[in-house]
């Protein structure tokens, strides 16, 4: 089926879909008040995907939480193509990482049906027949009459996903997606979502604390400090870095590991030069072939 036309599009040229500026986030104990994040600002581009980076702690769920309109600002300001984040809305679709996310009295095809007509105003048809289209471009084809307590945790995650993409939001907020999956099912949804990303050229902001996701993911990561919560380090990661197992991959997880524990794991160093080692020998060989 066809795309739905993202929601809240301004003309070209006017302000980015995300800008967050000068943002401090606090909130109030027992012992006192506690600042979560300090004096935070970034925009985000259309079709780029952030990811925010850091340690538990550092506050990026609590931001974006306040993104998605779920927290108010102490100071500063949240805005959304220009205007001001007052409260949730259906320009903003969230992935949390928790499994239960889904309406459990409705099938796969019911959850992602439901939030199109709440958010796009869709009738009953073409709400399901748009639902049924996500389910199988996320795999869940033959589960779209399925109900959440008979999916496994990752099944779970890829209608949550899909529910998400088929809103088509003005921005995508992922919340550690698949912090809850074993290893080989995260690689594998990761994979999936960029997929996703770059078929439909979403815009999204994806919060994380491992930074060979960050890299894979993002187009850009930011590095958060924590106590509280503030931008440390900026990095544009280009398309040679983003493939697992590459030299360029190698740097860039060493340079960003050495900016948050200030020395690069030894793991790191030895992947590093592993994949230098590689690609070396695989220009050598072509060198040879020519």
Same mark, same amino acid.
């Given at each position: 089926?066809?795309?739905?036309?993202?929601?809240?599009?301004?003309?070209?040229?006017?302000?980015?879909?995300?800008?967050?500026?000068?943002?401090?986030?606090?909130?109030?104990?027992?012992?006192?008040?506690?600042?979560?994040?300090? $004096?935070?600002? *970034?925009?985000?581009? +259309?079709?780029? %995907?952030?990811?925010?980076?850091?340690?538990?702690?550092?506050?990026?769920?609590?931001?974006?939480?306040?993104?998605?309109?779920?927290?108010?600002?102490?100071?500063?300001?949240?805005?959304?193509?220009?205007?001001?984040?007052?409260?949730?809305?259906?320009?903003? #679709?969230?992935?949390?990482?928790? *499994?239960?996310?889904?309406?459990?009295?409705?099938? &796969?095809?019911?959850?992602?049906?439901?939030?199109?007509?709440?958010?796009?105003?869709?009738?009953?048809?073409?709400?399901?027949?748009?639902?049924?289209?996500?389910?199988?471009?996320?795999?869940?084809?033959? *589960?779209? $009459?399925?109900?959440?307590?008979?999916?496994?945790?990752?099944?779970?995650?890829?209608?949550?996903?899909?529910?998400?993409?088929?809103?088509?939001?003005?921005?995508?907020?992922?919340?550690?997606? *698949?912090?809850?999956? $074993? +290893?080989?099912?995260? %690689?594998?949804?990761?994979?999936?979502?960029?997929?996703?990303?770059?078929?439909?050229?979403?815009?999204?902001?994806? &919060?994380?604390?491992?930074?060979?996701?960050?890299?894979?993911?993002?187009?850009? &990561?930011?590095? #958060?400090?924590?106590?509280?919560?503030?931008?440390?380090?900026?990095?544009? &990661?280009?398309?040679?870095?983003?493939?697992?197992?590459?030299?360029?991959?190698?740097?860039?997880?060493?340079?960003?590991?050495?900016?948050?524990?200030?020395?690069?794991?030894?793991?790191?160093?030895?992947?590093?030069?592993?994949?230098?080692?590689?690609?070396?020998?695989?220009?050598?060989?072509?060198?040879?072939?020519?």
């Amino acid at each position: 089926m066809g795309w739905l036309p993202p929601q809240n599009q301004p003309a070209a040229g006017g302000p980015p879909p995300l800008a967050v500026e000068h943002v401090t986030l606090r909130y109030q104990t027992d012992a006192g008040t506690v600042t979560a994040v300090e $004096d935070v600002s *970034f925009t985000i581009g +259309a079709g780029e %995907r952030l990811a925010l980076l850091g340690p538990s702690g550092c506050g990026k769920s609590t931001l974006l939480r306040a993104v998605a309109g779920f927290l108010k600002t102490s100071s500063g300001e949240i805005r959304l193509h220009g205007a001001p984040v007052r409260a949730p809305g259906p320009d903003r #679709m969230v992935v949390f990482q928790e *499994f239960d996310q889904l309406l459990p009295w409705r099938t &796969v095809a019911g959850n992602i049906a439901f939030a199109l007509r709440r958010a796009r105003g869709l009738g009953r048809a073409e709400s399901f027949e748009r639902a049924r289209d996500w389910a199988g471009r996320v795999g869940l084809g033959g *589960f779209a $009459d399925a109900y959440p307590h008979t999916l496994s945790g990752g099944m779970k995650q890829r209608c949550a996903i899909a529910r998400a993409f088929a809103v088509q939001p003005a921005i995508l907020l992922m919340d550690e997606p *698949f912090a809850a999956l $074993d +290893a080989l099912s995260r %690689r594998r949804m990761q994979d999936e979502l960029l997929g996703l990303c770059e078929e439909t050229g979403a815009t999204c902001l994806f &919060v994380t604390h491992a930074i060979d996701e960050a890299l894979h993911v993002g187009t850009r &990561v930011l590095v #958060m400090t924590p106590h509280p919560g503030r931008i440390g380090a900026e990095y544009a &990661v280009p398309d040679a870095a983003r493939h697992r197992g590459t030299s360029d991959f190698g740097r860039l997880e060493m340079e960003i590991q050495q900016r948050i524990f200030g020395a690069a794991l030894p793991e790191a160093k030895t992947a590093a030069s592993l994949a230098a080692r590689t690609d070396a020998h695989h220009r050598v060989k072509v060198t040879h072939n020519v």
